[in-house]
């Protein structure tokens, strides 16, 4: 579909219970998209209003709509029609077949939103009945019966993310192991294997940032061989990790104090890894000014 500037821009989730929707608009609000869940049809109007009144604070709105709703889902198509005519809209379907939305149901031991008296079947086949008829008129329609939550949210992500936007946000935290491991990295490399700065006197009152140190800690034997080598095997993880909608990741590079040689390496690393696709690098040094 293509975009109009111009026009604000709705997305309507909508579709079965138990396809998926929670999943979905998790997704839309990782890529910064507001995100109103169980929205009855007649209050789209009123949101969209709401939302072009803020001007461009909130420039794309995603709505999840369904049989919640109960009676006032019954104004959904109407409403969906009038909106169409000054926003721009696309409406998602979530389907999937029976016996994959009647294990999820059991599997969290949840009964059918219409199930009532009867059977969980008895509520599908009731709800896929009041459905037909949004379904024929949505724009995607996406049948997730056989894709977990992780690649779900990855069909959404690759659908709907901002154009340039990031697949990975990466930070390449510095620090000290004096003052413990970071808590929150999911990589570490030890910078110790270099000789430390700190014991040549010229350099010690200087950090990482500075050439001097950053000259020094590259020039030493197998400084950018680990640099290169680190880099490469890097590469195939960053891309796993936007196929698996993994969407931040840290890495941690640690010398004694976090001063010099892990700043420089982490700065070095920093410059590599920032010219892969779908990657966006930010440098963090946790521990640097702290001596």
């Known amino acids: 579909m293509t975009t109009d500037p111009d026009k604000q821009e709705v997305l309507i989730v909508t579709g079965m219970s138990g396809a998926g929707r929670s999943t979905v608009a998790n997704a839309l609000e990782d890529l910064d998209w507001y995100v109103v869940d169980n929205l009855p049809p007649q209050m789209l109007r009123p949101l969209v209003d709401l939302v072009e009144r803020a001007g461009t ?3 794309r709105i995603a709505a999840v709509v369904d049989i919640r709703g109960r009676d006032l889902f019954g ?17 998602i379907f979530l389907e999937a077949r029976d016996d994959a ?3 999820r149901f059991e599997s969290v031991r949840r009964p059918h939103p219409l199930q009532g008296d009867g059977t969980l079947l008895d509520g599908i086949a009731a709800e896929r009945s009041r459905l037909l008829a949004v379904r024929e008129s949505s724009d995607l329609v996406i049948d997730t019966s056989d894709l977990n939550v992780h690649q779900l949210a990855t069909t ?19 620090f000290g192991f ?5 808590t929150d990295v999911d990589l570490v490399v030890d910078a110790r294997f270099l000789p430390n700065p700190f014991w040549i006197p010229e350099l010690r009152a200087h950090t990482g940032v500075d050439p001097e140190v ?13 640099i290169d080598h680190y880099a490469a095997a890097l590469a195939p993880v960053l891309a796993g990790y936007q196929r698996e909608n993994k969407r931040h ?5 640690g010398c004694t104090g976090g001063k010099h040689r892990s700043v420089a390496m982490a700065r070095e690393l920093a410059s590599r890894l920032e010219k892969l696709p779908g990657v966006a690098v ?3 040094h946790r521990d640097l000014g702290r001596e």
């Open 57 to 59: 604070n909130l420039p």
């Open 75 to 91: 104004d959904f198509l109407e409403t969906v029609q009038l909106l169409r005519s000054g926003t721009q809209v696309q409406v």
């Open 101 to 103: 939305l009647v294990r």
């Open 156 to 174: 959404i992500t690759e659908r709907f993310a901002a154009e340039g936007r990031a697949g990975v946000q990466l930070t390449i935290m510095s």
């Open 178 to 182: 004096k003052y413990g491991l970071p």
């Open 214 to 226: 950053r000259d020094f800690v590259l020039a030493q034997t197998g400084a950018l061989e680990f």
């Open 249 to 253: 990741a840290t890495i941690g590079i």
């Open 282 to 284: 930010n440098i963090k």
